[in-house]
């Protein structure tokens, strides 16, 4: 099984519920490129329609790659080569059919209402583990419009803590995600 | 059971193995009180020596809890009322004891070598199903001093994902780490 993440800035959701490109969160590559290299992902796509966001991108992983951060912090190095910045969703998945011979099962998340095809944690960990390439795709500012989490193959349920609470960042998101689907430690429980 | 998370910003280490006090990371406070809610801290203690820094910090949370971000957005005023910020260690285990009548059960985490009275994930969600008062203890720069994480009670194991790569952000290691001790999800095997 070989699976991708990917960061998408566009089309998501503003506050008042209209579709934007949202811009780049610098910290959101860090700890995505370093969750990406913790959980073994193969590539970690941010996808960003917009030419001075991905330039910024651009910049940034270029410093940590290859210029003064590459020397000062090879871990940070090894995580950053990770990343790669695309304009959209289907050059994305261009790429990883192009280098993998076949279109990855797209899995997105949500936090929001009842869309797309849900899965919960326990179903989504059969299938990332019975499927040969995988894309799990999360959404910045408001989360990913409708009409392409009703397109993925799945939708992730939100994650549910303790309390009924359930607006964590991306970042942190991402990271009970990918333990859940691919750690060792998280198995479920049977009845659940 | 209730349990306290605390973001120790001194003694922590620098790159170069110094003991220092770090600087505040905005989006720390957002993530880890936004997690602090999710899975029902009772509060999120910021601790920092540093009285420019505590500055900051209370500025940050002032904006968000009673200021314009109170309006702006009510699911973060829930998240960042949850933060106090303290100088030191031994001011917000001694709030902890004032507020609850006992001393916490202190349980660092630690991403480096193998310090302090080990636990794995496994027993930990065990010690704090049966604790009455539990501080977990999330350091930044490059860790938490070793002459701390030896006199807490207990030292998480580091988060291993599925390579070997160990270095993630406070942000996403604080997100695993709730996720593994407190998500009903998250079950470890029998045999782990």
Same mark, same amino acid.
């Given at each position: 099984?070989?699976?991708?993440?990917?960061?998408?800035?566009?089309?998501?959701?503003?506050?008042?519920?209209?579709?934007?490109?949202?811009?780049?969160?610098?910290?959101?590559?860090?700890?995505?490129?370093?969750?990406?290299?913790?959980?073994?992902?193969?590539?970690?796509?941010?996808?960003?329609?917009?030419?001075?966001?991905?330039?910024?991108?651009?910049?940034?992983?270029?410093?940590?790659?290859?210029?003064?951060?590459?020397?000062?912090?090879?871990?940070?190095?090894?995580?950053?080569?990770?990343?790669?910045?695309?304009?959209?969703?289907?050059?994305?998945?261009? %790429? =990883?059919?192009?280098?993998?011979?076949?279109?990855?099962? $797209?899995?997105? #998340?949500?936090? +929001?209402?009842?869309? /797309?095809?849900?899965?919960?944690?326990?179903?989504?960990? %059969? =299938?990332?583990?019975?499927?040969?390439?995988?894309?799990? $795709?999360?959404? #910045?500012?408001? +989360?990913?419009?409708? /009409?392409?989490?009703?397109?993925?193959?799945?939708?992730? %349920?939100?994650?549910?803590?303790?309390?009924?609470?359930?607006? $964590?960042?991306?970042?942190?998101?991402?990271?009970?995600?990918?333990?859940?689907?691919?750690?060792?430690?998280?198995?479920?429980?049977?009845?659940?």
């Amino acid at each position: 099984m070989s699976f991708y993440i990917g960061l998408l800035h566009y089309p998501v959701y503003n506050k008042g519920g209209e579709i934007i490109a949202s811009a780049i969160t610098n910290l959101d590559l860090h700890d995505l490129a370093r969750l990406a290299k913790t959980y073994g992902a193969t590539r970690f796509y941010v996808i960003n329609p917009l030419t001075d966001q991905q330039d910024l991108a651009k910049r940034i992983c270029q410093h940590w790659v290859s210029g003064y951060g590459a020397h000062y912090n090879k871990d940070r190095q090894e995580a950053m080569s990770l990343i790669s910045i695309v304009p959209t969703l289907e050059v994305c998945i261009g %790429e =990883i059919r192009d280098s993998e011979g076949e279109t990855p099962v $797209l899995m997105a #998340t949500d936090a +929001g209402k009842d869309r /797309g095809k849900r899965v919960n944690y326990t179903l989504a960990r %059969e =299938i990332v583990a019975c499927t040969r390439v995988v894309m799990i $795709l999360f959404g #910045t500012g408001w +989360g990913i419009a409708e /009409g392409l989490i009703t397109k993925a193959d799945y939708c992730l %349920e939100p994650i549910i803590g303790v309390s009924r609470y359930n607006h $964590l960042s991306v970042r942190t998101a991402a990271a009970i995600t990918l333990d859940r689907l691919f750690s060792p430690f998280a198995r479920p429980q049977k009845d659940s």
